[in-house]
Structures are given as C-alpha cells and as structure tokens.
C-alpha cells in the first residue's frame, strides 16, 4: 500500500468514524422533542431549553456529516452527463469541477475559523432565556468543513487516479466504496 493509499484510506475512516458517531445525535434530538411534547401537552410546562438544544444539535449534526456523506457519495448530483460517461471520463470531469469545491470549502473553512475563533475567545451564548455556551457549535463548523476538505482531497487524488490510471488506487480496493473495518 502507498502512502496516498493509506492516506485516502486513513481520511475516509476519519469520516466513517465520525459519522457513525455523529449520527446519534439524531436520537437525542428526537428524544428532546419527545420531551418538549410531554412537558408542554401532557403537563402543560413547556420548557425553554430543549427546542434551542435540538437546534444545536442540529447544526453539529449537518455540518460534521459532510465528510461522510461524501466518503459514501452522497451528496447531490447532476447525474444527466455524469452518469453517461465512462469511469475515466467522469474522474476527468470530477477533477475539473473539483475546483468549485475546494473553493466554496476552503472559503468555508477560512470564515469559520475566524467566526469560531471569535466566538472562544468571548465564550459566546445565545443570549435566549436558556442562555446556553454557543461557541462549541461554532467550532463544529471549521472541525466539519476540515473532514469535508480532507475528504475532497481524498476523492480528488482516487480521481487523478482514475483519469491517469495510476497505480497507487484502484476503485476495488476503496474503503468508501464498501470495504468496512
């Protein structure tokens, strides 16, 4: 195994890793609103914390699940000329569009770092009537963006292979493509 091997493998359990763990939160978040449901309806005391909880769930949830949706591709796409072309073609024209990714990600990534950065550094809270810290939601923004980056890098260098057929990636051998640990 190359060094681009392991690395392409390496990114892509990152992902797998969090994902899979990422993806409980869905059961808290329907656990709170079940909570919410009872408390209002059922005992007719609403609460003032679990609907803006289940909001930052929420965001943790969407932005820290970029790199797995895309480890499994998952995200969307405009298959009409995709899907028609051969596996060759379609790395080539991956690699090409590949450019508008690192760029809305990269830009992504630089602006959520600053907004995080400053969100730390005054210990940011929502200001609600809960009033919760809101600045470990903010960091999930630049640590999800990073796992998507690193997996576009990953998917661009399984593309280079593809489109140039080089060796040190083969698509049977992808983790992201079936292979489980």
Known sequence: MTVLTAFIRGITRLNEFVGRWVALLIFAMFAFLILEVGFRYVFNSPTVWTNELTQMLFGVYAVMSGGYIMAHRGHVNVDLLHSQLSPRKR??????????????????????????????????????????????????????????????????????AIAFNLDYYRPDQSVSEGEQS
Request: aromatic letters at 16%.
């Open 91 to 160: 790395a080539f024209m991956d690699i090409f569009t590949s450019l508008i990714f690192f760029i809305f990600t990269l830009a992504l990534l630089w602006f959520g770092i600053d907004m995080a950065s400053e969100s730390i550094s005054g210990w940011e809270t929502s200001f609600s009537a809960w009033n919760p810290p809101i600045w470990p939601v903010k960091l999930a923004i630049p640590v999800g963006t990073a796992l998507l980056a690193l997996q576009g890098l990953a998917k661009l260098l399984e593309d280079i």
